[in-house]
């Protein structure tokens, strides 16, 4: 059964930083690229981040998070991480763990993720 644990979301004020966590079990976790995902309210669920299986290839960033979020993945612990810094209003979302390999692709329940102005 595939499941997700996601945790690090929260109120942070603009400039401030989080650090999202997801722990995931079920699959053969390093077989699969990971991603985030965020979706804010009236808008479509849109890629933030994602890092290849390995974790050896060049990770995939949204134009509008480069240079201040950072996705990486610990592959003994089954975990992927978001590190988000510089944060702005427009960066309020829920926030999705997703991995696909194929046309397989699982999602995480969502960590709501606020920044106040």
């Known amino acids: 059964q595939v499941q997700f644990v996601e945790s690090g979301g929260g109120l942070v004020q603009s400039g401030g930083s989080l650090r999202l966590s997801c722990a995931a079990a079920?699959?053969?976790?390093?077989?699969?690229?990971m991603s985030w995902y965020r979706q804010a309210p009236g808008k479509e669920r849109e890629l933030v981040a994602a890092?290849?299986?390995?974790?050896?290839?060049?990770?995939n960033y949204a134009d509008s998070v480069k240079g201040r979020f950072t996705i990486s993945r610990d592959n003994a612990k089954n975990a992927v991480y978001l590190q988000m810094n510089a944060l702005k209003p427009e960066d309020t979302a829920i926030y999705y763990c997703?991995?696909?390999?194929?046309?397989?692709?699982?999602w995480g329940q969502g960590t709501q993720v606020t920044v106040s102005s």
């Open positions: 997703s991995a696909n390999r194929g046309t397989l692709r699982y």
């Open positions: 079920g699959f053969t976790f390093s077989m699969y690229v």
């Open positions: 890092i290849s299986a390995g974790g050896g290839a060049t990770n």
